[in-house]
């Protein structure tokens, strides 16, 4: 185990509706990264979070938004769901700014289902 | 845009047979992960490496960073039916803990 935590584990949504993942790092870990990975493809990073402000977006609507906390957990929200939206969310946290330390940790991942 | 692409895309073997997988880019990286992924779960940490020309094992696993860190492989030894899943390479670029995924090869060992 990785010590990254995510919940809910399953969701289902209707379209058009908001959803909120939440993502506990692992402990000492200051940065948590987003991804989104559909049925059959490899994880697309979504945004990532150091010290509570956004580190770098990729390719994803601003109706994805993020936030991190003082304890460094994190939360992403997704506006006006979409169809496509319906895929494995991964959050992965990783140690920051030590040198050479780049390696990140993944959570077991929450499935959304949209409707 | 940079982009990781991995071959094969699928690959089914019988155990004991040996297997490469490759990870190829025209970007160069500071950095490359290789991760093995199950079904519904979220993606393992095999091996970092962040050389170029280095060379890791991890036991019957080999991983190869390329001279000009553009390129990556992953040799396994004696495959065995737990080794069957999504294997993934990941890269991350200079200044960035922004990592891109490959597309995947998705490995079944057959007993």
């Known amino acids: 185990e990785t010590g990254v935590t995510q919940s809910p584990t399953h969701l289902i949504k209707t379209r058009g509706q908001q959803v909120t993942l939440r993502c506990s790092s692992q402990?000492?870990?200051?940065?948590v990264s987003w991804y989104q990975q559909a049925l059959g493809q490899g994880p697309q990073f979504i945004f990532q979070?150091?010290?509570?402000?956004?580190?770098g977006r990729g390719n994803f609507p601003p109706r994805f938004s993020g936030l991190q906390f003082p304890n460094y957990s994190s939360e992403l929200n997704v506006n006006a769901l979409e169809l496509d939206d319906s895929a494995l969310y991964l959050c992965?946290?990783?140690?920051?700014?030590?040198?050479?330390?780049?390696?990140?940790?993944f959570g077991p991942g929450t499935r959304l289902t949209v409707t | 845009t940079q982009l990781l692409e991995q071959s094969p895309q699928f690959l089914s073997i019988q155990e004991g047979e040996n297997l490469t997988v490759y990870c190829n880019s025209s970007?160069?990286?500071?950095?490359l992960q290789w991760y093995r992924q199950e079904p519904g779960e979220g993606p393992v940490l095999l091996v970092t490496v962040v050389t170029g020309g280095e060379v890791k094992k991890l036991k019957r696993l080999t991983f190869q960073f390329g001279d000009a860190r553009k390129d990556s492989s992953l040799h396994i030894t004696a495959a065995q039916p737990g080794d069957t899943g999504l294997y993934l390479c990941a890269g991350a670029t200079s200044g960035t803990y922004k990592y891109i995924f490959g597309t995947g090869t998705r490995l079944k060992v057959l007993a």
């Open positions: 979070y150091y010290r509570e402000e956004e580190n």
């Open positions: 402990s000492g870990h200051n940065t």
């Open positions: 992965a946290s990783s140690l920051a700014g030590l040198a050479g330390s780049t390696e990140q940790y």
């Open positions: 970007s160069v990286f500071s950095s």
